[in-house]
């Protein structure tokens, strides 16, 4: 975003990459009037990276020994829905829609499945559960890939029943296993879930610079003022009086600022058939990894057009209900500022209600300080007023906490503008980590041992990078250095996705 050009203003701030000589710091650095300070003001600076670097600071590092594609397995529940492929009844023929009392007067007819799901003896049931119970008469026969059941109707519902709860993607599950009480023979088995395999590579990242000989301890007019990375408060300036400081922090920087990226937002580059499409300039493929949100992004991934509070309970509720112990319902959205703007005009109009009804019932709410007396010349009894909703209870004990992250916010990054005000990305809500897996963190950084931190200098005839006078092994007779740093093996896990969220706007969605 560009600032409008004012009298107080003396020159246009310039960019501009790759080799810097001293001729562009004569040149953007030019003589001037005595200055009342000398620091720099870094112009519309935010903190997204640091924001981004401690969000991902908080996930553990899992460290592999190289840098092949690397899996895990997630073993899901065997207690679940199987979708009915087709149902028949005597002599083969498909039940329809339209068909009607299937399985009168103890008529057995078959249900085929894709997997084996049920044994014999089993009693099964569709999506009315006490209406049409049916048992398993014998275990399932093999039909190329399917399951085919020989069923009956259990109970005396003589009249059969429809053939609309007997249709393609009907789902079914286990019931019991009844059996006779004299001389019983057989009764029904357990079945287990195979574990699904999820994988995901490494991405390898590299940057370099070059730098004059003659740029060594060269002094700046003015110095460069940075937010010290390392200050978890962002308040902390740093100066930098020559170019070469500058210059190294700003290279440790936008690498950081690449790894970042990278394990956030990276998208594969592998296709259906396992191929990459991309070469590199050394003839080989390029691998891309898939970051956390390209991961998150397979499983409870909501689109909204009109935001309410409704809609993120009912969210909320589906990931918790049957799942998620009372005590374990606390959720923290991550989102931007217009998100929180958002949320708190919500809890506002969804209150209102509660609120009147408290105020009528007699509720003591003098205590909670959106009014406040304070200090002003404009008048002797000067008051401010104000309050804003970060925290919402939700039913069945459903805990929403907001947490903003000014990455949401980015301009540079996030393009698309929302209808009712600045970047769509900051109308995003993420849920990126709902309890652990076996003791371990659902999402984790990987990295390959020894190769995420790669750095060194190409030396020339000077370095201006190293307080050393002189280099005594050079690479090449250029009186100038190149600093190279690379990371071989960075990817991130996402364990489980249906253990994050995310609620996106409308405008977002491709």
């Known amino acids: 975003m560009a600032l409008a050009q004012g009298k107080f203003q003396v020159f246009e ?4 990459g790759g080799l810097t000589t001293k001729n562009h710091l004569s040149s953007i650095y030019r003589t001037s009037p005595q200055k009342a300070s000398n620091i720099v003001t870094r112009l519309l600076s935010n903190s997204y990276g640091g924001n981004l670097e401690s969000l991902l600071g908080k996930f553990p590092v899992k460290y592999f020994d190289n840098d092949d594609e690397f899996t895990w397995d997630l073993i899901g529940s065997s207690e679940r829905n199987f979708p009915l492929l087709e149902a028949r009844t005597t002599g083969g023929v498909v039940v329809t829609a339209g068909t009607n009392n299937v399985g009168a007067a103890g008529e057995k007819f078959e249900l085929v ?3 084996k799901a049920f044994f014999d003896v089993n009693v099964i049931v569709g999506e009315k559960n006490e209406v049409y119970p049916m048992r398993v008469i014998e275990d399932p026969v093999e039909e190329g890939t399917n399951y085919v059941y020989l069923v009956e109707l259990m109970g005396g519902i003589l009249d059969g029943m429809p053939g609309s709860e007997l ?11 009844p059996v006779e009480d004299t001389l019983s023979m057989k009764g029904g088995d357990i079945t287990f879930s195979s574990p699904i395999a999820l994988r995901n590579e490494f991405s390898s990242i590299r940057m370099q610079h070059k730098a004059p000989g003659n740029m060594k301890d060269r002094r700046m007019a003015m110095p460069f003022a940075t937010i010290d990375p390392n200050d978890p408060k962002q308040n902390k300036v740093l100066l930098h009086n020559t170019w070469m400081q500058h210059t190294e922090w700003k290279f440790e920087y936008e690498f950081q600022q690449e790894k970042n990226k990278l394990l956030m937002f990276a998208t594969t580059n592998r296709d259906v058939n396992g191929d990459y499409g991309n070469i590199g300039k050394s003839g080989h493929v390029i691998k891309m990894g898939s970051g956390i949100r390209e991961q998150m992004e397979v499983s409870n991934t909501l689109y909204y057009n009109v ?7 009912n969210m909320l509720g589906e990931l ?3 799942k998620l112990s009372m005590d374990e319902r606390h959720f923290v959205l991550r989102t931007g500022e217009r998100g929180a703007i958002q949320f708190h005009e919500a809890v506002t109009k969804d209150g209102s209600g509660w609120i009147a009804t408290a105020q009528a019932m007699g509720f003591d709410n003098t205590n909670t300080n959106s009014i406040s007396k304070v200090a002003s010349p404009l008048h002797a009894n000067a008051y401010s007023a104000g309050f804003q909703f970060v925290e919402y209870q939700a039913p069945n004990k459903v805990k929403i906490s ?3 992250d000014s990455f949401y916010d980015d301009r540079v990054r996030n393009k698309v503008l929302h209808p009712n005000g600045g970047v769509a990305e900051s ?3 993420d849920i990126l980590d709902i309890g652990t897996i076996d003791g371990e963190a659902n999402i984790q950084k990987a990295m390959v ?3 995420e931190d790669i750095r060194g200098w190409e030396a020339g005839l000077r370095n201006p990078f190293t307080a050393a006078p002189s280099t005594e092994l050079m690479a090449n007779a250029v009186d100038g250095s190149v600093y190279h740093r690379a990371c071989f093996g960075l990817g991130a896990i996402v364990r489980d996705p249906s253990r994050t969220a995310s609620l996106i706007p409308g405008i977002l969605q491709s």
């Open 427 to 429: 109308y995003r809500y």
């Open 449 to 451: 041992r020894g190769q």
């Open 113 to 115: 499945f894709a997997e």
């Open 307 to 313: 935001f309410s509070l409704k809609l993120l309970t």
């Open 402 to 404: 907001l947490e903003v």
């Open 167 to 177: 249709v393609g993607g009907k789902r079914f599950s286990k019931e019991f296993s």
């Open 13 to 16: 701030p310039q960019s501009w």
């Open 320 to 322: 918790s209900e049957g």
